[in-house]
């Protein structure tokens, strides 16, 4: 018997038989590691999908029932947002449509498409195009009767695009709440939209003069407001003028002809 070893047969046996300081095994090894990490990060990031985008969707039902004044900590948030009634506006008309299903319209998917949206002109709001058709949140008494609609409004601030709803009164002119679920200003200036006590400050506000019927008046602003803007006057972050006048320019703009305008108008009139 020869006391040599055998020759190691095949690529995997003459990879495992080289010398672990080679150049050519250290290569390999790192490139087998980074292939497997990816793979890795890969599969979770897809197998995680369909439970980031179940959370995104609670979170933002939680932020439709926060701002409609009904969410409790330790509720069931997906069976209270059933109070809800979901409908799709068309924007041009102020009227509801039913040509869309408002349990599956994507709001933010329609933005993009460029059948259900148009590119703005004017844009104050900073959003580039405006969908066509928008869906608002109905909650009705125990009578049936419209106790408050919640809207969407998006725009942009200092450093990103804020996203939120703000919940009217059945008039359509008295605001009761305004509140963003996601953005990206800066904590402890721009993000200050979401400090309690400035949020407190929109409740009771009105969008228009003369009980809805006169001009669109809602603003925010540093300084103490004129006699006649008393009612629509929300006081500018201090320390934040960039991201107020976002939320200034991205409310008047969903509030206005552009956006939410003409349902406005059929929900004061009564008749959308
Ligand atoms: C790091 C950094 C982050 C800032 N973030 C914001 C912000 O999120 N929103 C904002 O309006 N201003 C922000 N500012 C301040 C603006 O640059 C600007 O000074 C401010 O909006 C002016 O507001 P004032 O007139 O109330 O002082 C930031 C400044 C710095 C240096």
Redesign the pocket.
């Given at each position: 018997m020869s006391d040599i070893p055998d020759a190691p047969k095949g690529p995997i046996g003459r990879f495992l038989a080289a010398s672990p300081d080679g150049v050519g095994k250290t290569i390999a090894v790192a490139v087998f590691i980074c292939l497997l990490a990816s793979m890795i990060v890969s599969v979770a990031a897809v197998s995680l999908r369909p439970i980031q985008e179940a959370n995104s969707l609670v979170d933002k039902q939680r932020n439709i029932l926060e701002v409609a004044g009904i969410y409790e900590p330790g509720i069931d948030i997906q069976e209270a947002f059933q109070s809800f009634e979901p409908r799709v506006v068309d924007l041009a008309t102020g009227r509801y449509t039913d040509q869309f299903d408002p349990a599956t319209f994507d709001d933010a998917a329609a933005a993009s498409d460029p059948e259900l949206s148009v590119e703005l002109d004017n844009d104050p709001a900073g959003i580039g195009r405006k969908a066509l058709y928008r869906t608002v949140y109905l909650l009705n008494d125990d009578q049936g009767a419209l106790e408050r609609v919640i809207l969407p409004v998006h725009g942009y601030?200092?450093?990103s695009t804020l996203y939120g709803f703000i919940a009217l009164a059945p008039n359509g002119n008295d605001i009761l709440a305004l509140q963003f679920y996601q953005h990206g200003?800066?904590p402890g200036?721009?993000?200050e939209v979401d400090n309690p006590r400035w949020k407190a400050l929109w409740s009771g506000k009105e969008l228009r003069g003369d009980g809805g019927d006169g001009d669109l008046k809602i603003t925010v602003a540093?300084g103490v407001p004129s006699a006649d803007m008393q009612a629509h006057q929300i006081d500018?972050?201090?320390?934040?003028?960039?991201?107020?006048?976002?939320v200034d320019n991205l409310v008047r703009f969903w509030m206005g002809e552009e956006g939410f305008g003409p349902y406005l108008e059929n929900l004061r009139e009564g008749g959308v």
């Open positions: 601030g200092l450093w200003e800066t200036l721009g993000a540093k500018a972050l201090a320390g934040a003028t960039l991201t107020s006048v976002g």
